[in-house]
């Protein structure tokens, strides 16, 4: 038995096409394996704790557990139109989990691996609270660039443990933070050195994950797996704090087994199962280190494999979903009612599972049109059209060579599927269409039918058995393509095993067909471009014109809300030597007297304009989160007037 597992979506945001290098192939992976006849059990969940979600709900004016409901249907909903098919899927929210989560807990407690200590921690005076993780912001300690909480994702990557970074500040309400002390617990990580130095070396895997984690052997620490939070599963031992994010996440792959087969059992505790993870190489230190050495310590199963796909890039550019760098699975792809087989495709084709993937609609439409129709689809359509219109129904008499290369075909498929080279896969079965459309465009049989009924006959049946097998060998990587193609020669998908494709049936009927793809529209394509572009298209400017704008630190006087107006605050600021009145729209984030005192940003040389009838002097400048302004703050204390160079 296999149990297949993705990693857990985090359940406050939407699915954007970076999830999708792990969900697709994973379910491309399953697919295979029951084709071959293997027992295979597929879960995935949703990820409803820590600090994000938190923080996420406060901005959106929604409790925890509302933003984690929306955004879970969501997920459900874009896996089904994607044909990703779980046994399960969980929520980490719900009391199965959290009894797992415990349990775990309890006994890495019991067996000696956790103790609790004193530390300090960022803390918000004006909030009046820690903050954990997400909720402080400051500067890596190690590469010095700009951080968050738990990890520098800007810089080296490097998880941080809480109170290490430098320089915190309140993402909330910018407040410098001060440092308190506060009791904490902590897994002893540096325990499992030499058994992660073991486990490494003998893990199956995909060697991005593998050697990524290697490198961080040397340095490990012990592992704060407590927060100060209302929102999570209550800390067993004690319940004032909830469990670290990242403890109770990957428990959900055991939680969600428990739920989706009756033995979980002998999976999780006996060993009797291979455990494969699909996880983004962003979280691989998390499931090569701290996951199995929690298992080790709680007694449990090992992971078998741990596969990662590289990362992804929009048209060429770094993933950011911040940056507007992003395609929306279901507003930009799904809406537009394209074919969900042709995403499935190129994710899974493009390239190697390790390497990047750059997602560009001009080479999704090439590859589509290039791939699938003018040869793929291409062969399947001629061959089943011929047939029917010709004879209905075809004697099988097909030509060893035939067999021979069907039968090549799928030993490297199959070897492909161990090693997870999706793409070489792939390629596989597209040879395979292409030495089809070389022997039916070779042999003309719509010229032979004519003269020589019989021999047309033996070469159709030639094709059709190549038709067969491409069915059943791209059925995994587009299934609702295939199912359709295969209803005209009374194949039954679901009770193909990967050795049909050599089975030689003695007639086959053909009914009439339907056209497999439908092509790629050029103008749909580039309206979806500009839906992509609109997001991060920006106009280059030179270091001239940027030295124009006369941009300084400015430090607010006086602020007071305008009368009618929902949004706009008056502002008497400090620009060095002389007081502007600026006009700014944060009334709906910020009172008057959470602004007064405090330093902000401000474009000084920018012509005056009037808003509700009051004259604004300047521009503050803020981050758009959402539909609200998030004002920029010197991370240190400057004078009123300092320039932005």
């Known amino acids: 038995m296999k149990l297949v597992t993705c990693g857990l979506p985090y359940a406050n945001g939407k699915a954007h096409i970076g999830h999708l290098r792990t969900y697709i192939p994973a379910d491309v992976y399953v697919r295979y394996l029951r084709l071959k006849g293997e027992d295979v059990v597929f879960i995935c969940g949703s990820d409803c704790h820590g600090t994000p979600i938190v923080v996420n709900a406060e901005k959106e004016g929604l409790t925890p557990s509302q933003l984690v409901n929306i955004y879970h249907e969501h997920f459900i909903k874009v896996f089904d139109a994607l044909d990703v098919k779980f046994d399960f899927y969980g929520k980490t929210v719900e009391d199965y989990h959290h009894n797992r989560t415990k349990e775990i807990v309890k006994k890495i407690y019991e067996n000696g691996y956790i103790y609790s200590k004193e530390i300090d921690l960022a803390y918000c005076p004006r909030c009046e609270r820690f903050l954990p993780d997400r909720y402080v912001e400051g500067i890596c300690p190690y590469c010095n660039v700009p951080a968050r909480g738990d990890e520098c994702d800007q810089g080296c990557g490097r998880h941080l443990e809480p109170g290490e970074i430098k320089d915190p500040r309140c993402k909330i309400c910018g407040t410098p933070a001060i440092f308190k002390k506060q009791t904490h617990y902590f897994f002893k990580l540096t325990a499992f050195k030499d058994f992660l130095e073991d486990y490494l070396n003998k893990v199956q895997g995909t060697e991005n994950a593998i050697n990524y984690a290697k490198q961080w052997i040397k340095n490990l620490r012990d592992w704060c797996i407590t927060r100060d939070l209302e929102w999570g599963v209550k800390f067993p031992i004690d319940e004032r704090y909830v469990v670290y994010v990242w403890v109770d996440a990957p428990i959900g792959y055991i939680s969600f087994?428990?739920?989706?087969?009756?033995?979980?059992?002998?999976?999780?505790?006996?060993?009797?199962?291979?455990?494969?993870?699909?996880?983004?190489?962003?979280?691989?230190?998390?499931?090569?280190?701290?996951?199995?050495?929690?298992?080790?310590?709680?007694?449990?199963?090992?992971?078998?494999?741990?596969?990662?796909?590289?990362?992804?890039?929009?048209?060429?550019?770094?993933?950011?979903?911040?940056?507007?760098?992003?395609?929306?699975?279901?507003?930009?792809?799904?809406?537009?009612?394209?074919?969900?087989?042709?995403?499935?495709?190129?994710?899974?084709?493009?390239?190697?599972?390790?390497?990047?993937?750059?997602?560009?609609?001009?080479?999704?439409?090439?590859?589509?049109?290039?791939?699938?129709?003018?040869?793929?689809?291409?062969?399947?359509?001629?061959?089943?059209?011929?047939?029917?219109?010709?004879?209905?129904?075809?004697?099988?008499?097909?030509?060893?060579?035939?067999?021979?290369?069907?039968?090549?075909?799928?030993?490297?498929?199959?070897?492909?599927?161990?090693?997870?080279?999706?793409?070489?896969?792939?390629?596989?079965?597209?040879?395979?269409?292409?030495?089809?459309?070389?022997?039916?465009?070779?042999?003309?049989?719509?010229?032979?039918?004519?003269?020589?009924?019989?021999?047309?006959?033996?070469?159709?049946?030639?094709?059709?058995?190549?038709?067969?097998?491409?069915?059943?060998?791209?059925?995994?990587?587009?299934p609702r393509s295939m199912k359709k193609v295969s209803e005209c020669i009374n194949l039954n998908l679901e009770k193909c095993k990967l050795d049909d494709v050599e089975k030689v049936d003695e007639k086959m009927k053909v009914e009439k067909p339907i056209i497999p793809f439908e092509k790629v529209d050029e103008k749909k394509i580039d309206e979806l471009k500009k839906v992509v572009e609109k997001r991060f298209l920006r106009e280059e400017v030179s270091i001239e014109e940027f030295r124009k704008m006369d941009i300084r630190i400015g430090r607010v006087i006086k602020a007071e809300k305008i009368e009618k107006s929902k949004k706009l605050l008056k502002l008497k600021v400090d620009i060095g030597g002389e007081i502007r009145q600026i006009v700014a729209g944060i009334a709906d984030n910020y009172k008057p007297e959470d602004i007064e005192g405090k330093l902000i940003t401000v474009l000084v040389n920018i012509k005056p304009v009037k808003l509700m009838g009051v004259e604004s002097n300047g521009m503050l400048l803020a981050a758009d989160v959402g539909e609200k302004a998030v004002i920029l703050i010197p991370e240190k204390e400057v004078e009123p007037g300092t320039k932005i160079k």
């Not at 087994?257 to 983004?280: L, Q």
């Not at 760098?325 to 994710?347: E, G, Q, S």
């Not at 597209?430 to 089809?436: K, W």
Request: include cysteine.
């Open 257 to 478: 087994t428990e739920k989706a087969v009756k033995d979980w059992e002998s999976i999780w505790k006996e060993g009797k199962a291979e455990i494969v993870h699909f996880i983004g190489l962003d979280i691989a230190y998390h499931h090569c280190i701290f996951w199995p050495a929690m298992l080790k310590a709680a007694e449990y199963s090992l992971p078998t494999a741990i596969v990662a796909s590289g990362m992804v890039k929009i048209e060429g550019k770094t993933f950011s979903k911040s940056r507007g760098y992003v395609v929306w699975v279901d507003d930009d792809y799904l809406r537009a009612n394209l074919n969900p087989d042709y995403l499935r495709y190129y994710v899974a084709s493009y390239t190697s599972h390790e390497r990047d993937l750059n997602f560009s609609w001009d080479a999704f439409r090439e590859k589509i049109n290039r791939e699938l129709i003018a040869t793929f689809g291409n062969f399947l359509y001629r061959t089943l059209h011929f047939a029917w219109k010709n004879f209905g129904e075809v004697k099988m008499n097909v030509d060893n060579e035939i067999l021979e290369k069907i039968r090549d075909v799928r030993k490297k498929i199959e070897e492909f599927l161990k090693k997870w080279e999706f793409k070489s896969l792939c390629d596989s079965f597209m040879e395979l269409a292409s030495f089809g459309n070389v022997y039916l465009q070779s042999n003309e049989p719509w010229d032979l039918v004519k003269f020589d009924r019989s021999r047309a006959e033996r070469v159709i049946a030639n094709c059709l058995q190549i038709a067969k097998a491409l069915i059943i060998l791209a059925y995994p990587v587009m």
